[in-house]
Nanobody, 127 residues
Framework: QEQLVESGGGLVQLGGSLRLSCATS????????MGWFRQAPGKEREGISC????????YYADSVKGRFTSSRDNAKETVYLQMSNLKPEDTAVYYC????????????????????WGQGTLVTVSS
């Protein structure tokens, strides 16, 4: 059974940091591009980052560029999202996703890239 399980969310203060993890199983991670998207209460899903199968190529939405870093360890079948300088507007449920590909229009055409995603982990940033 193919699964993606996010963890690492929680409550953090303005300017703080968190690292999210996404443990995958049931498929060969290095066959796929992977990404993260988030959904804040009452808002649309927002594609924030994606990376190629090796992680050599990455994309970040302007809203997180310079603050968030995606990485992957294919041997451990795990994907990571390091978040720093967090802001209240980063409050959302964060989802890890398996993708068809990673490209510069990931944010604008998120729905075209998503194949499968996890249940999400909640990140709350307090001011």
């Amino acid at each position: 059974q193919e699964q993606l399980v996010e963890s690492g969310g929680g409550l953090v203060q303005l300017g703080g940091s968190l690292r999210l993890s996404c443990a995958t199983s049931g498929f060969t991670l290095d066959y796929y591009a992977m990404g993260w998207f988030r959904q804040a209460p009452g808002k649309e899903r927002e594609g924030i980052s994606c990376m190629s199968r090796t992680g050599a190529s990455t994309y970040y939405a302007d809203s997180v560029k310079g603050r968030f870093t995606s990485s992957r360890d294919n041997a451990k079948e795990t994907v990571y999202l390091q978040m720093s300088n967090l802001k209240p507007e980063d409050t959302a449920v964060y989802y890890c996703a398996r993708l068809h590909a990673c490209s510069d229009d990931y944010e604008m055409r998120l729905h075209r890239y998503l194949e499968r995603w996890g249940q999400g982990t909640l990140v709350t940033v307090s001011s």
